[in-house]
């Protein structure tokens, strides 16, 4: 996580609280780039089985983009693990 612009953008935000690895908005989100998902089955598969894992708060599937919006503090492996669970691949993580 890169940190953010400082500057008048910068100050848009108070409500982004600094931490030693980065600013947050109170919840860290991490995108997964999820391969073979072609329908809103996949997209309900996946939200299922990212959802179980701890430290989730919430999960935003994009069928177009191709991701996994995930917030919350969850283990990476773990999230991508769950993807492989639902029978699908993660790409990449950013
Ligand atoms: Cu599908």
Do not use: F
Request: aromatic share 6%.
């Amino acid at each position: 996580m890169g940190s953010y612009p400082n500057g008048p953008l910068g100050n848009l935000r108070s409500d982004w609280a600094y931490t030693p690895g980065g600013y947050t908005d109170g919840m860290r989100t991490t995108t997964y780039d999820v391969q073979g998902m072609t329908c809103g089955h996949c997209v309900r598969s996946v939200t299922e089985e990212i959802t179980e894992v701890e430290g989730v708060t919430s999960v935003d599937v994009d069928l177009d983009k191709g991701t996994a919006v995930v917030a919350g503090d969850a283990d990476p492996e773990t999230v991508k693990a769950a993807v492989v669970e639902a029978g699908y691949e993660v790409t990449g993580v950013h």
